[in-house]
């Protein structure tokens, strides 16, 4: 008779996540036990979005069905695909459960990794998405090659079977409730309104919105004042739209160019409505963007510093530029209302860049002799790349990561990218969204090359 070698729990998970193979029945089929499993778990998940969402808050025992259901299918699966004389109805679910327990560290350490500041700034803040992504799918993979090993002496097909079935539906699972939470944290004392108090189960970007004065006059604060004699630069990037991830990295990548080589490292601002970013980085809604203008205009020298403003975000055929933060409505950016930002700023020099579809519709508002305005396309056309299957969009790639990395003569720059961008859209099939330049005749002569850093 085969002999079944006895082991505990912890070293059976240990083999397990080694891709070592346990005999099916190995594995205990003990219901209290599951039950202690589940219990960690579940005890871990709340700790994790504690420490992810803050304290204080409460737990949310609205979701606990939410966050017990995997548990049905895995005993459906472990019923179904057996074999049932070794009760896999409870071994499949109670490795699940010990397997996911002992690879919760792994996850807490990647959580770790999100949350630096690192990730906000520079050409590593393009990898995030991806980073985001594999901090997902590594621990499943992980866990069903794990089941998949404890399986192949039943059949090979049996074995992938199981680890298909536990990953797709657990994938489908995390999809479809993304945004249920065991801990709601709670906003912070003193921000309490009519709003807050109506909602029942308050949302982590809730708290988030009361913490935007703050950190706002944080950000606003660290600006250096400009240089009698020298001419500066100051920059502020936005990234409006907060559904997809290319904004923000764009965003962020426009202001890394600025500060390394057109020298704006204190005397730049990103704002961006974007979960990723929303600790470090003030949200964009007009109030931050009108704030910073005119915080600005009252620590530059207004009549030799030049202002850069980057626009980036989806547009609408109504020349609204769209400002969109989940749970939030957001007033859209419109070039009349800039135009009366900008000059109630009493800020002479100004670049304005707007990346988004139909954009040209900002150039005639916003013209001017001392100001230059550049658009990813005319009034009556689409642009392309606002996608999160694009590391940037087209304007954005061809201009500033591409020809303004290069040439700081605004105009050449312009219309080298113009160039790219028409070649990239007859290679894809796309109708030409024909980007805008328009120089005010005082801008070009001041800013026939834009400022550089000192080195470049």
Known sequence: MYHIPRRSLFTLTWRALTLRGNPLPSWPASTPLLIWLVLLNL???????????????????????????????LMLFGQLFGPREHRMALRLP???????????????????????????????????????????????????LALVRQYWPQGRSRAVLVGVACVGATVFYQFHFNGVRLWQAAPEQGNTGTAVA?????????????????????????????????????????????????????ASAVRHLFDTRYGTGQRSVLLANSPFSAAAAPMASRDTLAATIKEIGQLMNRDEDLLVIYLTSHGSSDFELSLDYPDLQLAPITPQWLATQLKASGIRWQLIAVSACYSGGFVAPLSGPTRAIVTAADATHTSFGCSDDEEYTFFGKALFMDALARDHRLPSAFASAKQAILQREQAQGYAHSNPQLRLGAEFAKRFGSLPLHAGN
Do not use: K
């Open 198 to 250: 109506s909602a029942n189960l308050p949302l982590p970007e809730t708290a988030l919105f009361f913490q935007q004065p703050e950190l706002l006059r944080q950000t606003l604060e660290r600006l250096a004042p400009g240089q009698s004699g020298v001419i500066d630069t100051y920059l502020i990037s936005v990234a409006g739209h907060g559904a997809q991830r290319v904004f923000l990295r764009e």
């Open 94 to 144: 109670l490795m699940w459960q010990a397997l996911g327990l002992a690879l919760t560290p792994v996850a807490a350490a990647g959580y770790a990794v999100m949350q630096l500041s690192w990730w906000q700034d520079g050409p590593q803040s393009q990898w995030f998405y991806q980073y985001s992504w594999g901090l997902f799918i590594f621990p499943l993979a992980w866990l069903a």
């Open 43 to 73: 005890a871990c998940a709340v700790g994790l979005e504690m420490w992810l969402d803050g304290y204080p808050g409460r737990f949310n025992a609205l979701a606990l069905p939410v966050w017990l259901f995997p548990l049905l299918y």
